[in-house]
């Protein structure tokens, strides 16, 4: 499984099931880092990739500090609307952990402080837009990702 999908605290279950779905046709890793704002077998998370689930690997983590010490010393890149650095310039590599925020907010201000060299952004090219849907800012980098890569 050549990425890792970690999604902190999502809160809208078709997003999550969307991203499960996408995390399974990419050959990706799911890291789901609670409190979530639904539950796991929420209807809406399951018209959106439920089916699926059975087939995914997903690990679970109570808070964001046990994602990260469990993960100690992995590759990682932050994704937000901050990041200075495009994300076509994320340096992928096999088993890399792609960090998404949560839909409201994004990611905390203390994640984004202390990973300000590894934090990129989609660049969005209205004045209009803030950021992308959670859902579509994975896909992009996911298959951003994938290119030259054989999951
Ligand atoms: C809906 S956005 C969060 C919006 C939030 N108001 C903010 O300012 O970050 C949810 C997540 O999608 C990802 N995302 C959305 N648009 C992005 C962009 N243009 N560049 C990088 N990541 C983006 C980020 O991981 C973000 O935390």
Known sequence: MPLNIVLIEPEIPN????IGRLALGSGSNLHIVKPLGFEI???RLKRAGLDYW???SVTYYDNAE??????????MAFLSSKGAKNHWDIPFEDDMFLIFG?????LAPEIIEAN?????????????VRSLNLANAVS????????????
């Not at 046990?66 to 590759?75: M, Y």
């Not at 949560?102 to 994004?106: H, I, L, Q, R, T």
Request: hydrophobic fraction near 30%.
């Open 15 to 18: 997003n999550t099931g969307n």
């Open 41 to 43: 077998t929420d209807a």
């Open 54 to 56: 059975q087939h995914l």
């Open 66 to 75: 046990a994602f990260f010490n469990k993960n100690q010393g992995k590759n």
């Open 102 to 106: 949560k839909e409201s907010v994004g």
């Open 116 to 128: 300000t060299e590894r934090l990129f952004k989609i660049p969005l090219y209205s004045e209009h």
């Open 140 to 151: 992009i980098v996911i298959y951003e990702g994938l290119k030259g890569m054989n999951p």
